[in-house]
């Protein structure tokens, strides 16, 4: 009988080996899987301590209606209106009956960039107050910032640099509810006064059917008649956007054919529900009212 040459189809020892030991291998993978992976698992070596980001701390929280002074003079109401902005930012808008007329307020805007357990960063001249006639460019800082109360001290850039510390309390949540949705103003009517640079007027604001203001009657010669239209925005807060664009006044040439833009806000203060607004042009003027009903 002839022996058929297999040499060809045979491996040779080692490479067997080496086969084997693959065989081998794979059995345990498959028994410790339940099956063949797709792709072989390749784990990230991990970071060197010094390059590990640690999670973000909370950013503190800032936001509602707060009602107190500023130590120059802590007889005189400081109204403050804080609303978020982008990322961690917060607008501020205040109101603070400080002049000679208890009826005028002064005004502030201004921004702050949140920080954490109580603090919060300022940007420099930011901000804005307008007093009367007169608009100073200003910085503000914040110490204590929650939900129930704020304190910030304020540099205000007059002739020369004079600075406040603004203490106030959150209004009670009956007062301004954060949660809320902001309230229906339609077919309302509220009684108080407006003022603009040192001049302040009685004045009615009025809401019709529809939601649409109207503030013709009264007696600032600026609003009377039907020379202004507004835009009224509700939002998310217990606040509203608002814009005025005023047409020909001849009577008020200040403010003829300007456009404004601000906000209002209404809380229930004294047993009674209380709008306060103020709009400014953007060059350091601006309008503000107070109403009841």
């Not at 501020?92 to 960039?113: Q, S």
């Not at 007062?175 to 108080?192: F, H, I, K, Q, V």
């Not at 404004?260 to 004294?270: D, F, I, M, P, R």
């Amino acid at each position: 009988m002839t022996m058929q040459d297999t040499s060809h189809t045979r491996p040779a020892p080692g490479r067997l080996r080496g086969i084997r030991r693959a065989l081998a291998v794979a059995t345990l993978l498959l028994a410790a899987c339940g099956g063949v992976p797709e792709e072989p698992l390749v784990e990230a070596p991990a970071l060197p301590a010094s390059e590990v980001t640690p999670p973000a701390p909370p950013v503190t929280l800032l936001a509602g209606l707060y009602k107190g002074s500023l130590d120059s003079n802590p007889s005189r109401e400081f109204l403050a209106l804080v609303v978020p902005d982008v990322g961690k930012n917060v607008h501020v808008y205040g109101w603070h009956y400080n002049a000679n007329d208890l009826r005028l307020a002064h005004l502030y805007k201004g921004e702050l960039e949140l920080g954490i357990e109580g603090n919060a960063a300022h940007v420099p001249q930011s901000w804005r107050v307008i007093e009367g006639a007169n608009s100073y460019p200003a910085s503000a800082s914040v110490s204590v910032s929650s939900l129930q109360q704020l304190s910030a001290n304020l540099s205000i850039s007059r002739s020369s640099i004079a600075n406040y510390t603004l203490t106030a309390a959150a209004l009670p949540q009956a007062g301004y509810d954060l949660s809320a949705t902001p309230m229906n103003l339609s077919n309302s009517s509220w009684n108080g006064h407006w003022s603009s640079a040192n001049t302040t007027a009685v004045g009615r604001l009025q809401f019709g059917v529809n939601g649409a203001p109207d503030a013709s009657d009264t007696f600032w010669n600026c609003l009377s008649g039907n020379a202004a239209t507004w835009k009224w925005t509700a939002q998310s807060l217990n606040y509203f956007k608002v814009t005025l664009s005023l047409g020909s006044i001849t009577l008020c040439p200040s403010w003829e054919k300007k456009v404004l833009e601000g906000v209002a806000t209404v809380s229930k203060q004294n047993g009674v529900y209380q709008l306060d607004m103020m709009l400014l042009d953007g060059k350091g003027a601006g309008i503000s009212y107070r109403g009841t009903r």
